[in-house]
Structure formats: C-alpha cells, structure tokens
C-alpha cells in the first residue's frame, strides 16, 4: 500500500487529491509544519529535503509533484489522464505541469517563503509585494493560452486538473482579483463538484 506525506494547505493537496479520484488503496500521514515536523529525523529519512509531498512506493520513495501525479495516474489511472500512447498530448500535459511547478509555485512561494533566496529584510517585502502582480500574470497566461476546457486538456481530466485546483486555491490569498478569470473559476466549481476532491480536502483538513 502507497503512503503519502502531506500538509494541510500545502500543494500536496494535489497528490491526494488524484490519489481519491483513482481510488488508489493509500496511507495518508499528515505533517504539521507548524511544529517544524518537516525537519524531524523521522520525515528526514523518508524526504531529505523537508517538503511535501512524498510518496512512499514498493519500490522506493518519490518526492515533487509532478513526477507523483504522473506514477499515481500510469499505476491506477486511465490512459486518458496522461495522454498516454499520445505523444503530443502526453507533452502538452507535461509542458503545463512543468510550468505550474517550476514558475506558479515558485512565484506563490515568493510570499511565504521568501528566505529561501534571501536574507534581506527588504528584498522579503519586494518579493512578498510581487505576488499579486506575477501570480495574476502566471495565471492570466493559463487562462487565455493552455486552458482548454472544461477540463485544462480540453475532453479528459488528467493530472494537470488536481494540480492546477490546487494552486489556484492560493489566488484570493495571493491577492489576485479571481474574478478576471472565469475559465478557472468554473474550473474551481468543477473539481470542488467531484467526490474525490471533497474527500481529499476533509482527509488533509
């Protein structure tokens, strides 16, 4: 049985989230960052890194999201969720979860995480005053030129779907007016429609 390592609002909300839409027999462990649980030798040893999520397998242990979502849809998921025997479409599907981790995320974590990159009590504040405008740019470059609908790919929901709630659960909170973007806004409603992701969302609280 799989075993998942989480944080209540953290983007591991994603993983557990396609792990109840594929009915997937999993553990779910919940970290409470607040206690520093993250730094304990005990998560240490599973994830070096001290970050959610990670993803305990018979074979071995995977951490970021985007290699998770793709191991949890091959192992329980139709083929339709990653594009598969698709190349182009397996690609696209890639091409947008790679953004989403490497400049939506980064571009959130810029408000609370700040002194990852600096140490700076004035470049903290530019950062932190930053999101609104570069979370609001991110996501107006996915409303207007990757999302398809109704599901991000267009027919299928596939594992840009959980990731993408996800992030943009963040928006209000990141100060972006949400009301500029109808298209993931009626994305939002859709996913929040679905048992699997009501359960997910009670499951990490």
Not at 53 to 69: H, K
Not at 153 to 169: E, K
């Amino acid at each position: 049985m799989l075993k998942i390592f989480a944080a209540p609002s953290s983007i591991a909300l994603a993983s557990v989230l396609l792990l109840e839409e594929v009915e997937a027999d999993y553990e779910l462990a919940v970290l409470d960052f607040s206690k520093g649980q993250q730094r304990e030798l005990a998560y240490q040893t599973v994830n070096p890194k001290g970050r959610v999520p990670a993803l305990i397998t018979e074979d071995g242990v995977l951490t970021e999201t985007p290699a998770i979502l793709v191991y949890i849809a091959q192992r329980y998921g139709p083929g339709s969720m990653i594009g598969a025997n698709e190349p182009y479409a397996f690609a696209k599907i890639q091409e947008l979860n790679s953004y989403l981790a490497s400049t939506v995320h980064v571009a959130h974590a810029h408000r609370f995480r700040g002194a990852r990159w600096t140490d700076d009590p004035h470049a903290l504040e530019a950062m932190t005053k930053k999101v609104p405008e570069t979370m609001a740019a991110a996501v107006s470059l996915i409303e207007e030129h990757f999302f398809v609908g109704p599901w991000v790919t267009g027919d299928a929901y596939t594992i840009c779907d959980p990731y993408l709630f996800t992030l943009c659960s963040w928006l209000e909170g990141d100060g972006v007016d949400t009301q500029a973007f109808p298209k993931l806004l009626a994305h939002r409603e859709k996913m929040l429609s679905r048992p699997a992701t009501q359960a997910a969302i009670k499951r990490l609280g």
